[in-house]
């Protein structure tokens, strides 16, 4: 299934949930990450994130869809990153 | 699904922060380790043995192209899937003369009836193909006739050479034109684009069989010898049809892959890297693409359908079921 993952995390924590997420996911653009992923490591993702975050001050927001056919995307300004499967 | 990535640029390739880093002229960029299976490297990058050890316990193939695209070779990681048993049995239907006769007619059966498949599709379309076809499917019906191996790899070739002859009629195309087979290197555009699709569906089903128990190294119709690899040309023998040929069609027919795609190397012709680009990037399509298992009653992409024959394999390794090559339905 395909995740688009916000978060918004207080600064000590933002550099280890963008660490953790890259591991996952595709770095769109500050704050944003999106991918394909499979449910049980979208669960994993989810799990380790979940011993990062204050869950009192944290908040993470996960957008999954079944299929991106239904969906569509579109860029204004830059492309700052992104799934690319040709380097 | 996870995928695969394919590097072009040049850069460096290394582990940072837990993931994958790549760092090249045309920037940096997070590659997600779990999201990974296998990475197809084409530039020329630099690796330590940090990155080795990392996508080793990910078990994630690197596999390499030099620069004009020739296979190089792979870094495969230390088995992940042990089965002392599997082995065994591989090398038991290996060794036994029977057993490995049977395996490989049936891969040469698979081969066949998938190369008529092909052919079918463009007979449907005028294309005159039927003497062909006829040819082919005589060929096909001494396989029962061959007492060996080498014989039987020979009256694969010989269907080949048929099947190859029927690339002119289908294409219909100045620029594309067959001749004869040739390689190492390959002396026109044609062969160029068969060979390299070739050895990319080589390294994919090496990724495959990776992921199962099987071990590479033993393969039934080609010999196992010094070669590092030949499970994955056997079954390759079966996908070349439906997979690498029909891209190539698509690719000449709809005007993708042009002229100026090609390079001259030495006395050969190869792909250049815009063509290459172009090829990988609409091989990764098709290989994600998916068809409707008849067995299964459900939607698999090509690549799922790689693994489902080497589990058919282990099965009939297993004196569970046995084998049936996959054979197109359209």
Redesign the interface.
Known sequence: MFVIMVYDVEVKRVNKVL?TA??????VQNSVLE????PA?LE??KSELKHIINEEKDSIVFYTFRTTRYSSREIMGIRK?GE???? | MKRTIYIFSDGELRRKQNTIYFEGEKGRKYIPVENITEIMVFGEITINKRILEFLSQNEIILHFFNHYGYYTGSFYPREHLNSGYMILKQAEHYLDNEKRLLLARLFVWGAIENIKKVLNYYINRGVELNEIKENIKNLQETIGDCKNVEELMALEGNARDYYYKGFDLILNNPDFVFESRTRRPPLNRLNALISFGNSLLYTVILSEIYKTHLDPRIGFLHTTNFRRFSLNLDIAEIFKPIIVDRLIFTLINKGMIKKTHFEKHLNGIVLNEKGRLLFVEEMDKRLKATIKHQKLRRNVSYRHLIKLELYKLEKHLMDETCYQPFIARW
């Open positions: 660490k890259r591991k996952y996911l595709y770095w991918g394909d992923i499979s490591k994993k993702l990153g690319n499967a040709i380097i």
